[in-house]
């Protein structure tokens, strides 16, 4: 059983519900030795109000965690993290936030730091665009874990050779920095999506993570959680597992496996 989740929101990025005691005391509830709080960063001078947190309430984030983890440190390991997208014009910006907290985790959702969905449509361009997104974020140390890195396949509907050759960057990015590949809970809410003459999750998507398996990548589960139920949802767990059926996998279970803090 995995015993930590590091991938959970707060009510300030507008779309996550819930208070972050109730987070806290659905992981303890939940058997969890750790819980990571990874809200979406805002970049300077642009708020996106549906999908990120707002720029002036960072200092509140970071405070608010800084006295749950003090109280509640006989508990449950709190770690205090952003969920971060990088493009090259904000890399002194993000190098400076990751001073501030415990850690980074990488989820890449638009082209642009200021637009432009992957999950919209993901071309063939756009596809390599993301992998080299994760790719620049991991060499240049700013994260060792990334999450849904299928994730593009949602502005897709086929897993041709550009998608390969993504999934190839990214696979070995993770491997050369010792960085973990998160299997997300939270894709299963898309339900089946017709991708040819087929149904099936845009992620986990079983292609991307049978080319994880050439390079034993290490994976772990990310409940992604955006209401503090969620952390109650071992389920989902087995639903994945059965999407993932028969590719061979690197899970780590325990915390102490992961090299996540800054």
């Known amino acids: ?9 707060t009510y300030r990025c507008h779309h996550a519900l819930g208070y972050d005691e109730q987070y806290i005391q659905a992981a303890i509830d939940a058997k969890m030795e750790v819980i990571g709080f990874s809200e979406h960063l805002p970049f300077p001078n642009v708020e996106i109000e549906s999908e990120r947190m707002f720029n002036k309430d960072i200092d509140e984030y970071l405070k608010t ?25 904000q890399k002194d910006y993000l190098l400076s936030m990751k001073d501030k907290c415990d850690y980074f985790i990488i989820g890449q959702h638009y082209k642009y730091y200021d637009g432009y969905n992957y999950d919209f449509y993901c071309g063939d361009e756009d596809v390599l665009t ?66 040819h003459d087929e149904m ?27 209401k503090p139920v969620t952390l109650l949802e071992k389920s989902r767990i087995d639903k994945c597992l059965k999407i ?11 915390f102490d496996e992961l090299e996540i803090e800054s």
């Open 65 to 89: 965690m800084q006295l749950l983890k003090e109280k509640y440190k006989d508990k449950i390991k709190i770690l205090i993290g952003f969920e971060i997208e990088y493009y090259d014009n």
């Open 200 to 226: 099936k999750h845009a992620y986990p998507y079983r292609d991307f993570y049978k080319i994880a398996s050439q390079y034993n990548c290490k994976v772990c589960f990310g409940y992604d959680a955006h």
């Open 1 to 9: 059983m995995q015993t930590f989740n590091l991938h959970t929101h």
């Open 244 to 254: 993932l059926k028969g590719i061979q996998l690197q899970y780590v279970s325990s």
């Open 130 to 195: 993301y992998a080299y997104q994760i790719e620049t974020a991991l060499d240049l140390g700013l994260t060792k874990y990334v999450a849904h890195p299928d994730f593009f396949m949602l502005g897709r509907r086929d897993f041709n050779k550009a998608c390969e050759k993504a999934s190839h960057i990214i696979c070995k990015a993770a491997l050369r920095n010792n960085a973990i590949l998160e299997i997300n809970l939270n894709g299963l809410r898309y339900g089946q999506l017709f991708f």
